[in-house]
């Protein structure tokens, strides 16, 4: 049993790349077939055996703590239709009483804000963020290949991909420790940088949206002054603890997709509608 017992979704954010199909409905609900991202997310997490899933929130996401609730109505018109299937659907997710809990970021001010304001329930113990615009299909999980790292050497993991130069000023961005074996998939890492320009990033390694954390990360969180586009930015805190805990950018197995933009969105439709056999 994993001994991450928390993880951490960050489901505060506007969606205005999504709009006006999010003006009144969550991002994180947009359904990737009939699945929204952030049940696949949820999954993930579930999976490594994670009994804690705390969800910081903002106005108007109320849909996504009714997806995980019952919602009697329904279920007893699909019982009383004797369709179990969807009944087996419409329940499947909602887990234990107790286990999904809900707080509210009340204003955005960046990734490490939002993270931040799960202090309370990870308390001084190791968590999971999970942001549920990077979809990726992997089995294992993402999550659980980093836990599995984690536990064999623990520290910070950050799991990471090579992005083309052109587009590093879009994620935080890794410097690899010197001493580096190149086909490593646990890379040690010496610098983190949020959204550098093309000519002044110091690698193409490129964080994206898992994170396996000490909880040193979140007490340097409630330290932090604003960093890029005036918000708490969760990788200044990781940067931070570098002198101080080894950190990994790790090389996952499997594929991701961007679902913050609408070409991700597309292509990941289309990758899990054919590995469905629905075209």
């Given at each position: 049993?994993?001994?991450?017992?928390?993880?951490?979704?960050?489901?505060?954010?506007?969606?205005?790349?999504f709009l006006?199909?999010?003006?009144?409905?969550?991002?994180?609900?947009?359904?990737?077939?009939?699945?929204?991202?952030?049940?696949?997310?949820?999954?993930?997490?579930?999976?490594?055996?994670?009994?804690?899933?705390?969800?910081?929130?903002?106005?108007?996401?109320?849909?996504?703590?009714?997806?995980?609730?019952?919602?009697?109505?329904?279920?007893?018109?699909?019982?009383?239709?004797?369709?179990?299937?969807?009944?087996?659907?419409?329940?499947?997710?909602?887990?234990?009483?107790?286990?999904?809990?809900?707080t509210r970021?009340?204003?955005?001010?960046?990734?490490?804000?939002?993270?931040?304001?799960?202090?309370?329930?990870?308390?001084?113990?190791?968590?999971?963020?999970?942001?549920?615009?990077?979809?990726?299909?992997?089995?294992?999980?993402?999550?659980?290949?980093?836990?599995?790292?984690?536990?064999?050497?623990?520290?910070?993991?950050?799991?990471?991909?090579?992005?083309?130069?052109?587009?590093?000023?879009?994620?935080?961005?890794?410097?690899?420790?010197?001493?580096?074996?190149?086909?490593?998939?646990?890379?040690?890492?010496?610098?983190?940088v949020e959204?550098?320009?093309?000519?002044?990033?110091?690698?193409?390694?490129?964080?994206?949206?898992?994170?396996?954390?000490?909880?040193?990360?979140?007490?340097?969180?409630?330290?932090?002054?604003?960093?890029?586009?005036?918000?708490?930015?969760?990788?200044?805190?990781?940067?931070?603890?570098?002198?101080?805990?080894?950190?990994?950018?790790?090389?996952?197995?499997?594929?991701?997709?961007?679902?913050?933009?609408?070409?991700?969105?597309?292509?990941?439709?289309?990758?899990?509608?054919?590995?469905?056999?629905?075209?």
């Amino acid at each position: 049993m994993s001994i991450i017992k928390t993880a951490v979704f960050p489901v505060g954010g506007l969606g205005t790349r999504f709009l006006p199909a999010t003006k009144a409905m969550p991002k994180e609900m947009l359904p990737i077939v009939d699945t929204p991202l952030i049940q696949f997310v949820v999954e993930e997490a579930r999976a490594c055996g994670i009994e804690r899933l705390v969800f910081v929130t903002g106005r108007q996401k109320h849909a996504i703590e009714n997806h995980f609730d019952h919602m009697y109505e329904l279920e007893a018109n699909l019982e009383a239709k004797s369709k179990t299937e969807y009944v087996h659907l419409v329940r499947q997710h909602l887990g234990e009483p107790g286990e999904i809990l809900f707080t509210r970021q009340m204003r955005p001010a960046g990734l490490g804000h939002a993270v931040w304001c799960a202090r309370h329930v990870v308390q001084d113990a190791p968590f999971a963020v999970l942001l549920a615009d990077d979809f990726i299909d992997a089995e294992p999980g993402c999550l659980a290949q980093m836990i599995a790292a984690f536990e064999a050497n623990p520290g910070n993991y950050l799991a990471a991909m090579q992005v083309e130069a052109d587009k590093v000023d879009r994620y935080g961005i890794a410097e690899p420790a010197d001493d580096q074996e190149p086909e490593s998939k646990s890379v040690r890492i010496k610098g983190l940088v949020e959204k550098p320009k093309p000519g002044d990033s110091p690698s193409r390694l490129a964080v994206i949206g898992r994170y396996v954390l000490m909880p040193e990360v979140m007490k340097r969180l409630s330290t932090l002054d604003p960093g890029a586009g005036g918000e708490i930015q969760l990788t200044d805190a990781i940067a931070a603890e570098i002198p101080h805990c080894p950190t990994y950018a790790y090389h996952f197995d499997g594929q991701r997709f961007d679902c913050g933009s609408k070409l991700g969105f597309v292509q990941a439709t289309a990758h899990m509608s054919a590995k469905r056999g629905l075209v």
